[in-house]
């Protein structure tokens, strides 16, 4: 088993996490739609993370939909006092699987009492609005009134912070005119770095920032330029991927997902991956090297 009981940490609103954690989002089945081929198998990931040192899970309840969320809760409840969970709305499935705007007051309150219901909670410590005004990417726009809902739901104590998903520095601005913002999650990994500014930027306000899709999510990264460094390092790719990004800015936490115990082990590796100056340089070209998408 890995232990990251030294790892570095950081602020998750008034909580230190360690800075590698776990997403759950791989834990639904393919598409993040419907039950895992092997719901013991996933249960298994959970128990292996929290008992290697992992204090942080991103998760929620449209993933599956509900599925992923109740087998945290299977697998970890009673939780302990450190861990910390993490959610986020705004979203609904259709019954082929697509993905749906929910972000009207109704539809966003709903949401916050199905996280809680589902994960087995009297309060959501961490709740992302992720905005749905682009779906593949963050689309200029308001999101006061969706913000107004969730510090309604903070002042009746069931969320305890807010956060951020797939949004511009714009909206972020607008967001912590309206209630303290401890975290924004959007896409970035060695091969996306549009968000290179948010991320120092945050970085001096005290913001946590935590990249999804940070192996490149249902693509994974190919480089070979990190296959050529992963093999001087003896590492895989996939932790020298991670190991960059815990070097990139001490905000970043990171929660690489996936359904396997083995890859789980792989990816708490990173932890204890150190990249030199010369070998961080060699990544940094790697974004220049990508095709857009």
Avoid at 41 to 46: E, K, M, T
Avoid at 56 to 77: C, K, M, W
Avoid at 112 to 130: K, T
């Amino acid at each position: 088993m890995t232990n990251i009981s030294t790892a570095e940490t950081f602020k998750l609103g008034d909580r230190t996490v360690k800075r590698l954690g776990y997403g759950a989002m791989q834990l639904a089945g393919p598409g993040v739609f419907g039950p895992p081929k092997d719901r013991d198998a996933a249960i298994a990931v959970l128990r292996e993370a929290v008992a290697s040192g992992v204090d942080h899970i991103d998760t929620s309840d449209f993933y599956g939909p509900h599925v992923t969320n109740q087998i945290i809760r299977e697998a970890l409840h009673p939780y302990s006092d450190d861990l910390v969970i993490v959610t986020k709305i705004s979203a609904r499935r259709g019954a082929d699987g697509s993905w749906i705007p929910a972000m009207s007051p109704q539809e966003l309150t709903q949401a916050v009492h199905d996280n809680l219901r589902n994960l087995g909670l009297e309060r959501l410590e961490v709740v992302n609005l992720r905005s749905m005004l682009g779906i593949h990417g963050p689309v200029e726009g308001s999101l006061e009134p969706q913000l107004a809902v969730l510090a309604d739901l903070q002042r009746q104590g069931l969320v305890r912070h807010i956060g951020l998903s797939n949004v511009t520095s714009t909206q972020i601005a607008e967001g912590r005119r309206i209630c303290e913002i401890v975290c924004v999650q959007n896409m970035y990994n060695l091969a996306h770095r549009d968000d290179d500014a948010l991320v120092d930027e945050l970085a001096a306000a005290g913001i946590a920032y935590v990249p999804f899709f940070p192996l490149g999510g249902f693509t994974p990264l190919q480089s070979t330029t990190l296959s050529d460094v992963a093999g001087k390092l003896g590492a895989t790719p996939m932790q020298v991927a991670l190991a960059w990004l815990l070097q990139r800015a001490p905000n970043i936490l990171l929660i690489p997902g996936t359904s396997s115990v083995g890859h789980l082990r792989e990816n708490l590796g990173a932890a204890d991956l150190k990249l030199s100056d010369e070998t961080v340089a060699t990544l940094d070209q790697i974004a220049a090297e990508a095709v857009p998408a």
